[in-house]
């Protein structure tokens, strides 16, 4: 499904894209494959961002690794920890 959607080539882009109304847009910004700097600035530089870089069904897996370290998305942990 990801190649329906064209390629999104900045943070700024997906940001809109995320904060959208438009159903279509705010898809998109799930769906849409960004480059790999694109990534990294979103997560190094947009934290409340994390959460929907997350969501992105594309999202790479060194990405994955770096979002997985966050304590803000971290569920419950067996042990209480």
Same mark, same amino acid.
């Given at each position: ?21 438009? !159903?279509? %847009? ?7 494959a960004?480059p *790999? #700097? ?14 929907w ?6 999202? !790479?897996? %060194? ?9 803000? *998305? #971290? ?7």
């Amino acid at each position: 499904m990801a190649d329906r959607f064209p390629e999104i080539t900045s943070v700024e882009e997906f940001i809109r894209l995320r904060e959208s109304e438009d !159903p279509a %847009e705010y898809n998109r910004s799930a769906w849409a494959a960004m480059p *790999l #700097a694109v990534w990294w600035n979103l997560v190094r530089n947009h934290p409340d961002m994390r959460l929907w870089a997350a969501h992105n069904r594309t999202v !790479p897996s %060194e990405i994955l690794a770096e979002l997985i370290k966050d304590p803000d *998305l #971290a569920g419950p942990r067996p042990g209480g920890q």
